[in-house]
């Protein structure tokens, strides 16, 4: 190997020689496009896993009309979850759990309407019923209440009325749950963990309702939304974004804008990077109307922003939601959506492509919903 080296590195200077004299040389090629991550997505049909490689498989078929949101991994990457609903009755949704490999498939019918849905460790928890959090064991047998120390239920004498799984960490070891008295009460998020037990890490939360979460890779920073209450202003009020150690809060208020705004995706770059995909809606929301205008919905296109301290900077790209890979490379589900007066509705699917590595490369077709596997 070592003769190759330097009969390589004597036509090497021989070459550049020449082309000194002719006064030419040849530019480098560039470099070859880094691959996407593993990733799962969904389309219009299925579920998918998409290897590095760029190869994909089926984990599931969707049920005819239905669509799948909230697609979330384990922490060791063996498992998937999401939520399935009719696209003709949204009151008819399901809770899925799925090895990556295809095989076994679980689901659960939700009670009225699903909520949220992560793991923590080998437990997917989930609210799929109107009693409060549960467990959704990997056999596929029936729901088992989940009920972390420290965290107030829905049954003791606070008479407690709202909680909400946010999210969860992406290395499977932590879940953000919200709770309040009441939808008007001031809410309190928790990080439940181990055990499990649940620790404050806000305990004077906002009026509104948190929503829209997400943590960064490195668990250290939570985002989440803040939503009007129906039949109140629907639109997103704010962004909370949260220091896990020091319990540290920044609120950031929307873009200026004439119409309501919500937030479609919510993501993390790096170190204190956040981005936000905002959408208008169709109105502007009418403070204090016991309800808002009846106003047609509208198809329209949501608008990257970037944290900048306290306010937002926009970005200079449109996307409804995205995952931030390093290295100046994301991913980006781009598409319209439909906003109707107080909510983002049932939308048709984007197209997932990869940024950063020269022009953008199609991930994906169709696309509802995807999540990066953990590293």
């Known amino acids: 190997?070592?003769?190759?080296?330097?009969?390589?590195?004597?036509?090497?200077?021989?070459?550049?020689?020449v082309g000194a004299g002719c006064g030419s040389e040849k530019p480098a090629s560039a470099p070859a496009p880094a691959p996407a991550p593993r990733l799962a997505y969904a389309?219009?049909?299925?579920?998918?896993?998409?290897?590095?490689?760029?190869?994909?498989?089926?984990?599931?078929?969707?049920?005819?009309?239905?669509?799948?949101?909230?697609?979330?991994?384990?922490?060791?990457?063996?498992?998937?979850?999401?939520?399935?609903?009719?696209?003709?009755?949204?009151?008819?949704?399901?809770i899925y759990r799925a090895a990556a490999s295809g095989s076994p498939v679980r689901h659960w019918d939700c009670a009225l309407l699903c909520g949220g849905v992560e793991f923590l460790g080998s437990d997917l928890v989930g609210e799929g019923s109107l009693g409060g959090l549960e467990s959704y064991p990997a056999s596929g047998g029936e729901p088992e209440p989940f009920v972390p120390d420290g965290l107030p239920g829905a049954s003791d004498l606070l008479g407690l009325s709202y909680r909400n799984l946010l999210t969860g960490s992406p290395a499977g070891d932590a879940i953000y749950v919200a709770t309040g008295a009441s939808t008007a009460a001031p809410k309190e998020v928790y990080r439940v963990g181990a055990g499990p037990t649940a620790v404050p890490v806000q305990p004077a939360g906002p009026t509104g309702l948190p929503l829209n979460a997400t943590v960064s890779a490195d668990g250290a920073r939570l985002a989440y939304t803040v939503d009007g209450a129906v039949p109140a202003c629907g639109a997103t009020e704010s962004v909370v974004v949260t220091d896990l150690g020091s319990g540290r809060a920044t609120t950031l208020a929307p873009p200026s804008s004439t119409a309501a705004m919500f937030v479609a995706g919510l993501w993390f770059g790096d170190g204190d990077q956040v981005f936000a995909a905002y959408v208008p809606g169709p109105v502007p929301c009418v403070a204090g109307a016991a309800e808002q205008p009846d106003t047609p919905t509208r198809a329209t296109t949501a608008t990257v922003y970037e944290r900048a301290g306290s306010t937002w900077k926009a970005a200079g790209r449109r996307a409804r939601d995205g995952a931030h890979l390093g290295a100046g490379r994301a991913l980006e589900l781009v598409g319209t959506m439909t906003v109707g007066p107080s909510r983002i509705q049932q939308s048709p699917g984007g197209t997932l492509r990869l940024t950063g590595d020269g022009a953008p490369t199609v991930v994906a077709e169709d696309v509802t919903t995807f999540a990066v596997a953990p590293n």
């Open 1 to 17: 190997m070592a003769g190759l080296r330097t009969t390589s590195a004597m036509l090497a200077a021989a070459v550049l020689l």
């Open 43 to 94: 389309d219009g049909s299925a579920v998918l896993v998409r290897a590095a490689d760029g190869t994909a498989k089926r984990v599931a078929a969707l049920p005819a009309g239905w669509r799948a949101e909230a697609l979330t991994w384990s922490g060791d990457g063996t498992e998937l979850a999401w939520i399935a609903a009719d696209g003709e009755d949204v009151s008819r949704s399901r």
